[in-house]
Nanobody, 121 residues
């Protein structure tokens, strides 16, 4: 049974930073990433690791967000700097990305967390 639990969301002013965490239980693969969704819009892949454990980013966050992981503790992080109001969304941790490639080419994932809200004003 795979469970993904996100934390670290909150409210921040534009230009600020937040660090999201995702603790994975029952999953030890490499294909993990972060997505975000605003009500009424499609889900967007933000950052993720491909099958070679290379990090990849959406163009909209490149240079501002950093994805990292601690495989020993099954934890995934997303450091978000220089946040913009358009970054306001529910952020989801995902595992077993499909396909397991650069996040821009990921259609979906097998496992999802419940999400953590990020609000940038």
């Amino acid at each position: 049974h795979v469970q993904l639990v996100e934390s670290g969301g909150g409210s921040v002013q534009a230009g600020g930073s937040l660090r999201l965490s995702c603790v994975a239980s029952g999953y030890s693969g490499v294909c993990m990433g972060w997505f975000r969704q605003v009500p009424g819009k499609n889900r967007e892949g933000v950052a993720g690791f491909d099958s070679d454990s290379h990090p990849g980013y959406a163009d909209s966050v490149k240079g501002r967000f950093t994805i990292s992981k601690d495989s020993a503790n099954n934890t995934l992080w997303l450091q978000m700097d220089s946040l913009k109001p358009e970054g306001t969304a529910m952020y989801y941790c995902a595992a077993e990305l499909a396909p397991c490639r650069h996040i821009s080419g990921v259609a979906s994932a097998l496992y999802w967390g419940l999400g953590t809200q990020v609000t940038v004003s």
